[in-house]
C-alpha cells in the first residue's frame, strides 16, 4: 500500500511539474504603465521596459527591471507587480523639478542633483547655481525665502552663492537683492520689513538692494547714479 501511494504521489508532481514549467516560460503578452508623465514620457518607459523583459512571466526579475527603470534620472520611483495570468503593471513616479542647477540639470524638493541632458522642460523654473556640495542647504534655504517673498507678491528668478559663500538674489521683476555671506535669513527678512513700510509703495523704481549693513539697507534706484541708505 505504501508503494502504490509513493507511485501516485509521484505521478501527481509529474503531472504538476507541466503546468509550473509553461508558466515560466510563458511570455509577458500585456505591460500596464501608469504615471503622471509631465516631463518623461510614456514612450520612453516603454523602450525601457522591452529591453527588460526577454524573460517568461515567472522568470522575469522585478528587481532588476525596477532598477533599470530608476536609473533614467527623470524617473524618482518604480512599482512594478505580476498580473496573472501574463500580465506585468507598472507605476512611475515621476521627479518633481523644483529649480534649474547650473548648465547641470535640476534640483528636487530635497536638493538632489539630477543630471539631465535636455533642459528645455526647465526653462521657466529658477535658477539656482552654487557648489554641489550646497545643493541641498540651497533648496532648503531657497523654499525658506520663496515663502518670505510670495507674501509680498515677490518671486525668485535666480539664487546664486559664490566661493565665499555670497548670497545674491534676482527676483522675477529683475530686481537684485544682494545678501552677503551671513544670516541670510536675518537679513531677509529686515528686507521684508523695508519693504512692507517704504520699498513696496516705490518698488517699481527700485534697481537694487543690497543687504550688508548692520542695521538697515542701501536701495540703488532706476536712472539714478546715487544709493540712498534706508
Known amino acids: 500500500m505504501p508503494a502504490l501511494l509513493l507511485i501516485g504521489l509521484g505521478g501527481l508532481a509529474g503531472w504538476a511539474l507541466t503546468p509550473l514549467s509553461h508558466w515560466f516560460n510563458r511570455p509577458v503578452a500585456e505591460v ?22 526577454g524573460e517568461g512571466f515567472l522568470k522575469m526579475d522585478l528587481a532588476q527591471i525596477k532598477a533599470a527603470l530608476e536609473a533614467e534620472p527623470w524617473i524618482a520611483r518604480a512599482s512594478l507587480s505580476r498580473r496573472w495570468p501574463d500580465g506585468l503593471q507598472v507605476r512611475i513616479y515621476e521627479e518633481e523639478p523644483i529649480a534649474r542647477w547650473g548648465d547641470t540639470g ?7 542633483i539630477i543630471a539631465v541632458d535636455d533642459l528645455s522642460a526647465l526653462e521657466s523654473l529658477p535658477e539656482l547655481k552654487g557648489s554641489d556640495r550646497d545643493a541641498a542647504s540651497m533648496m532648503a534655504r531657497y523654499q525658506d525665502l520663496s515663502q518670505l517673498l510670495r507674501h509680498r507678491g515677490l518671486a525668485i528668478k535666480a539664487l546664486h552663492s559664490d566661493r ?16 552677503g555671506r551671513d544670516q541670510v535669513l536675518e537679513k531677509m527678512q529686515r528686507f521684508a520689513l523695508v ?33 540712498d541708505d534706508e
Open 195 to 227: 519693504f512692507d513700510r517704504r520699498l513696496q509703495r516705490q518698488w517699481d523704481e527700485v534697481k537694487q538692494v543690497d543687504l550688508r549693513y548692520q542695521n538697515g539697507v542701501a536701495v540703488a534706484w532706476k536712472d539714478a547714479t546715487d544709493d
Open 106 to 112: 535640476f534640483l528636487n524638493r530635497r536638493g538632489d
Open 32 to 53: 500596464s504603465v501608469e504615471g503622471a508623465f509631465r516631463y518623461l514620457s510614456r514612450e520612453r518607459v516603454e523602450t525601457l521596459l522591452s529591453e527588460q523583459l
Open 164 to 179: 565665499k559663500s555670497a548670497w545674491r538674489l534676482i527676483l522675477a521683476d529683475g530686481v537684485v537683492l544682494v545678501v
